[in-house]
């Protein structure tokens, strides 16, 4: 099984930041991106960022400028630095693996989530 690891959610006050990690382990075969989605109560699941990886970044216009993701390839590793972080930040914050697993064959591992709440 492929096992995704999230830590570093939390509570922070409006303007704080965070830094989410995301550790990927178990039978991977080719990763294709990694990326972090969330999903605050009664609302759908959103892509917050992905990296490839190549490095090829993707945010959501929310997050543009406050939110940086970055990876570390050797070790299966996603990271998501949140800064100046605002309210509407809050939700669950989703780990994602994009593996190929074969050359037609995609398929997402998710992790368990972390909750992330901006408050004052």
């Known amino acids: 099984q492929v096992q995704l690891v999230e830590s570093g959610g939390g509570l922070v006050q409006p303007g704080g930041s965070l830094r989410l990690s995301c550790v990927a382990s178990g039978r991977i075969f080719s990763i294709t991106a990694m990326g972090w989605y969330r999903q605050a109560p009664e609302k759908e699941r959103e892509l917050v960022a992905t990296?490839?990886?190549?490095?090829?970044?993707n945010y959501a216009d929310s997050v543009k400028g406050r939110f940086t993701i970055s990876r570390d390839n050797a070790k299966n590793t996603v990271y998501l630095q949140m800064n100046t972080l605002k309210p509407e930040d809050t939700a669950v914050y989703y780990c994602?693996?994009?593996?190929?697993?074969?050359?037609?064959?995609?398929?997402?591992?998710w992790g368990q989530g972390t909750q992330v709440t901006v408050s004052s």
């Open positions: 990296i490839t990886v190549a490095g090829n970044t």
């Open positions: 994602n693996l994009r593996d190929r697993v074969y050359q037609n064959y995609i398929r997402d591992y």
